[in-house]
């Protein structure tokens, strides 16, 4: 089955290409980010501030199962409907050097359309320290549940 | 040489990936790898090299020849580390796609 989400990431670059297919219209796509309700509901995310226009900028602020905030802010550089968003993206508090990203939504068909986001980070390590989150989360919740399971056993 | 070879560095190579897609099948020896490209073949050796470096190709002997098979161990641990971080962005995406049909929905 082709894979509707497909990351693109060459070695020792300092960026990766996020590409997604949706099965929706361009301008739904588009809403999607333009709205800061429905920004909440897909990104799991409180919507503090989005300022979509040039010079604007947006502030997120997630809340994870143990009660700690997260903020995420950035600065947008470009905001042309339907067609291209640039902006910076930063999570505060964390180590990961503020990143610059351009995304460009595509209409593929009158039901179809493209989204292509590519990430520019400030060196090819941090790059690979962001791919590799997902990784090591998932390494850390499953030695997590072992040592739950594990710990369960001896009770 | 002094490079560090690790498999990232293997596979963002395009002819590199076209020889493990090419001995994916079966078992080659090193001309008949560089048989199927135009590139010299000094080239598409120094490919192969590279490649066994960092163990996604592994040598057998055949007598007086010496055939290249793929590792396909090490082509999963790739596969495996950017697949967490696709699947997040894949949930992230099918989400958005369900709030969005949604809301056309209730339009």
């Known amino acids: 089955m082709e894979r509707k989400t497909k990351i693109?990431?060459?070695?020792?670059?300092?960026?990766?290409?996020?590409?997604?297919?949706?099965?929706?219209?361009?301008?739904?796509?588009?809403?999607?980010?333009?709205?800061?309700?429905?920004?909440?509901?897909?990104?799991?995310?409180?919507?503090?501030?989005?300022?979509?226009?040039?010079?604007?900028?947006?502030?997120?602020e997630t809340t994870d199962p143990m009660g700690n905030k997260h903020g995420f802010n950035g600065t947008i550089h470009e905001f042309i409907p339907n067609r291209r968003i640039t902006r910076t993206f930063e999570m505060e508090n964390t180590p990961f050097p503020v990143q610059l990203e351009f995304l460009e939504f595509e209409e593929l068909s009158a039901?179809?359309?493209?989204?292509?986001?590519?990430?520019?980070?400030?060196?090819?390590?941090?790059?690979?320290?962001?791919?590799?989150?997902?990784?090591?989360?998932?390494?850390?919740?499953?030695?997590?549940?072992?040592?739950?399971?594990?710990s369960e056993d001896r009770e | 040489m002094n490079l560090r070879r690790d498999v990232?560095?293997?596979?963002?190579?395009?002819?590199?990936?076209?020889i493990l897609l090419?001995?994916?099948?079966?078992s080659m020896t090193a001309g008949a790898i560089a048989a199927n490209f135009d590139t010299a073949r000094p080239t598409v050796s120094k490919h192969v090299q590279i490649l066994t470096e960092c163990q996604l190709l592994e040598q057998e002997q055949n007598g007086r020849e010496i055939y290249y098979h793929l590792n396909a161990n090490k082509l999963k641990e790739i596969a495996d580390f950017i697949e967490p971080f696709r699947k997040m962005w894949d949930d992230r995406f099918n989400t958005l796609e369900a709030v969005m049909k949604n809301y056309q929905a209730g339009k």
């Open chain 2, 22 to 26: 090419l001995v994916a099948s079966q």
């Open chain 2, 8 to 18: 990232f560095q293997a596979i963002a190579d395009p002819t590199r990936r076209a």
């Open chain 1, 8 to 60: 693109h990431a060459e070695d020792n670059r300092q960026e990766l290409t996020i590409t997604r297919d949706f099965d929706l219209p361009l301008a739904l796509l588009f809403k999607a980010y333009e709205e800061p309700g429905i920004v909440e509901q897909w990104m799991g995310t409180r919507v503090l501030k989005l300022e979509n226009r040039k010079h604007g900028s947006y502030q997120f």
């Open chain 1, 111 to 150: 039901g179809n359309s493209r989204l292509v986001m590519k990430i520019v980070f400030k060196t090819p390590g941090d790059r690979d320290q962001l791919l590799k989150l997902p990784f090591a989360q998932g390494i850390n919740m499953a030695h997590n549940r072992l040592q739950k399971v594990m």
